[in-house]
């Protein structure tokens, strides 16, 4: 006897579906991700306030997640366990999407012209 699968498992049970047009919904676009980066680097100041923007440099946006780097380890701490979700709320507002899920801080060389 041959079970069936339960609905659930089917993208479309009437048609069949490439998975390449599967996945270019699921995956965002390389230049989708530029633009939502380029995005972020000219609101971040705004986004972070003068303090922060001095301490921080965005490196990259890999997917979904945007990676920090931060002067000392003291601030990447204070910033992913208590400004964290407020920066991730705060970037999408802005940006007016959810480009954003995850950020991730580490402690790395910061370019000299913030601190002025």
């Excluded at 048609?15 to 530029?34: V, W």
């Amino acid at each position: 006897m041959k079970e069936e699968l339960p609905e659930r498992y089917f993208y479309s049970k009437n048609t069949a579906i490439k998975i390449d047009k599967i996945l270019k919904e699921i995956l965002p676009k390389k230049g989708q991700l530029d633009k939502n980066h380029r995005r972020i680097e000219s609101a971040w100041r705004d986004i972070i306030g003068e303090d922060i923007y001095r301490n921080t440099e965005i490196a990259q946006l890999k997917g979904r997640t945007l990676y920090i780097n931060v002067e000392s380890s003291v601030m990447a701490h204070h910033l992913t366990n208590f400004e964290k979700l407020a920066i991730i709320n705060k970037i999408n507002e802005t940006i007016g999407e959810r480009c954003v899920e995850d950020i991730r801080f580490k402690v790395g060389r910061i370019k000299d012209d913030r601190r002025e």
